[in-house]
């Protein structure tokens, strides 16, 4: 992608050391909900073809930082005799248990913390999605070494990503300046901090996985305005947390790139964040 510009004065870097960068409200809800459906519709599946579920017995999956369950009740639908589970340190933005089918049980998990005895070995399939954030400065080999003990021998692992190595501002016609949507590429690239999930193959080989595979996937045009106002939407929940940490200048100066690049938006222009799927399997013993 070349050099990266200058740093701007807020990036998903200053999520370090502050927990969670994003919020867990109403919009947030909303934001995951439409960034799921998105995904679905760029992947074309829930489950990657690849991964073969039991034949003999019911399949048991989790879903790690389940978020709002949206992923589970659609696998729910094609998949209505899996035994289904999600697991996250936050339940809050999640349908309430007697909204749930029966096949779909939810539990607070903190992935920073040892794996319950219970869940050791428990899953044919763990899915994860949108880490990239969570394990931002840190080593994530802890965290793989439990994602690998929740696997089944022969069990497999789905991990949904941002590339953020790949991203760019994509537009209509070379001419049309985008110097806010220049400036949030900056905010998510991060100085780099978010390069690993490109590395998740080796990553994941290091602590057990083999049979790896990644696939990376972009959006089409009929997509690209849909995926950009997801993307702002990203960026105004960062955005709402900043004073907190006593970066209100910085706050500020995000929201007006904001509405910057919603203008520019409009005259055809948008963030475009790839994705990448990696696949990989718990050897059979």
């Given at each position: ?11 998903f870097q200053l999520a370090d050391g502050h ?69 996250d340190i936050d339940l809050t933005q999640a ?143 960062f955005t709402e947390k900043l004073p907190k ?41």
């Amino acid at each position: 992608m070349g050099d990266q510009p200058a740093s701007p004065p807020a990036s998903f870097q200053l999520a370090d050391g502050h927990g969670y960068a994003l919020s867990n409200n109403h919009r947030a809800s909303s934001r995951l909900n439409l960034q799921h459906y998105l995904w679905r519709e760029s992947f074309r599946f829930n489950i990657h073809p690849s991964i073969p579920l039991p034949s003999t017995h019911p399949a048991t999956i989790a879903d790690i930082a389940t978020g709002t369950a949206l992923w589970l009740l659609d696998v729910s639908q094609t998949h209505p005799t899996s035994h289904l589970h999600g697991l996250d340190i936050d339940l809050t933005q999640a349908p309430h248990p007697q909204w749930l089918p029966s096949n779909i049980t939810l539990q607070h998990w903190d992935l920073f913390t040892p794996v319950p005895p219970p869940l050791h070995q428990k899953y044919d399939l763990i899915h994860i999605r949108l880490l990239v954030l969570v394990l931002s400065g840190l080593d994530p080999i802890p965290v793989l070494r439990r994602l690998f003990s929740l696997l089944n021998p022969g069990g497999y692992i789905q991990w949904d990503e941002l590339d953020c190595i790949n991203m760019c501002v994509k537009k209509v016609d070379d001419s049309i300046a985008t110097p806010a949507l220049d400036e949030l590429r900056c905010v998510y690239y991060a100085n780099g901090r978010h390069d690993w999930a490109l590395e998740l193959p080796e990553l994941l080989q290091r602590v057990g996985f083999e049979d790896m595979r990644m696939e990376k996937y972009g959006e089409g045009p009929e997509l690209m305005h849909a995926f950009g106002h997801q993307h702002l939407l990203t960026v105004e929940e960062f955005t709402e947390k900043l004073p907190k940490q006593g970066m209100g200048v910085a706050a500020e100066r995000l929201r007006r790139v904001i509405d910057m690049a919603q203008e520019e938006m409009v005259g055809g222009a948008a963030l475009s964040v790839p994705r990448v799927v990696v696949v990989g399997r718990r050897p059979v013993l």
